[in-house]
């Protein structure tokens, strides 16, 4: 099965940057999306951002979209989160995850790989 393994959160001042990545160890032939996730402390989790394995086609959700770059590596089983501009309401861990298909949206019943999360907290 497909193990996820996320890296690079931490502690940023409000404006500041951080990039967190995903190591996947295999791929199924299937497995074709890797996206980003993230959940704030009483709030349901959330995707932010997911990218095709082959083609590197991105979706953002609203809330990113200008400040999140996602990116893949040229073997396509490394999985990046640029972050830049970060605001409190970033404060979330943060989920890489994999599955089958992207689209325009990024819901959670989508992805059937998780890894197990990195925190990245904004302060003010």
């Known amino acids: 099965q497909v193990q996820l393994t996320e890296s690079g959160g931490g502690s940023v001042q409000a404006g500041g940057s951080l990039r967190l990545s995903c190591a996947a160890s295999?791929?199924?032939?299937?497995?074709?999306?890797m996206a980003w996730f993230r959940q704030g402390p009483g709030k349901e989790r959330e995707g932010v951002a997911s990218?095709?394995?082959?083609?590197?086609?991105?979706f953002y959700a609203d809330s990113v979209k200008g400040r999140f770059t996602v990116s893949r590596d040229s073997g396509k089983f490394t999985v990046y989160l640029e972050m830049i501009s970060l605001k409190p309401e970033d404060t979330a861990m943060y989920y890489c995850?994999?599955?089958?298909?992207?689209?325009?949206?990024?819901?959670?019943?989508?992805?059937?790989?998780w890894g197990q999360g990195t925190q990245v907290t904004v302060s003010s």
């Open positions: 995850a994999a599955g089958r298909t992207c689209g325009a949206s990024i819901p959670r019943t989508d992805f059937n790989y």
């Open positions: 295999e791929f199924s032939s299937r497995t074709t999306c």
């Open positions: 990218i095709t394995r082959y083609t590197g086609m991105t």
